[in-house]
């Protein structure tokens, strides 16, 4: 069974590492000073999605066993992280601009970046005001979206030479 599955339930969950919600926050040694950390691990992924530090127990030596609250606000701020992320990756992999077409019809251009290992490579596709796509290609992965080169991408297209 998976700890997606299951409730969570402090009895059963470890002082320094709580697994549930399909995340593990485990407390760890802080390497940069004398202080605690405590990394946030989606399920089923070998890095944290988040790293941060973690207070201090009463003896002012051993860490803060982690709660159930501590744990809700972990989840939370892990996927907000992570939301972010990949919004950032979305945004670092689609471009998109408007343009004019030869006849002054408004068309939408795109590039979406295919970054694959082997072959990362580029999407370019232009749409028509109704969305449908008047034309695909595919470029380099290197290929710059802008206005300008979107332009020349529709002149380029309209005028047969694509």
Not at 66 to 94: G, M, P
């Amino acid at each position: 069974m998976t700890t997606i599955d299951r409730p969570l339930r402090p009895e059963e969950q470890d002082p320094k590492l709580w697994r549930a919600d399909g995340w593990s926050a485990k407390i760890i040694k802080n390497e940069n000073d004398d202080g605690w950390a405590v990394e946030m691990t989606a399920e089923g992924e070998t890095e944290p999605a988040l790293v941060g530090p973690w207070t201090m127990g009463r003896d002012k030596r051993n860490p803060k066993p982690i709660d159930v609250s501590a744990f809700a606000v972990l989840v939370k701020t892990a996927n907000e992280v992570r939301a972010r992320h990949l919004q950032q990756r979305n945004a670092q992999l689609h471009r998109s601009t408007n343009v004019q077409g030869a006849d002054g019809a408004r068309l939408r251009v795109d590039l979406d970046i295919v970054p694959d290992d082997d072959d990362p490579h580029g999407i370019v596709t232009v749409f028509d005001r109704e969305g449908t796509v008047v034309s695909r290609a595919r470029v380099e992965a290197s290929f710059t979206l802008t206005s300008a080169t979107a332009q020349r991408w529709v002149d380029g297209v309209s005028g047969g030479h694509s």
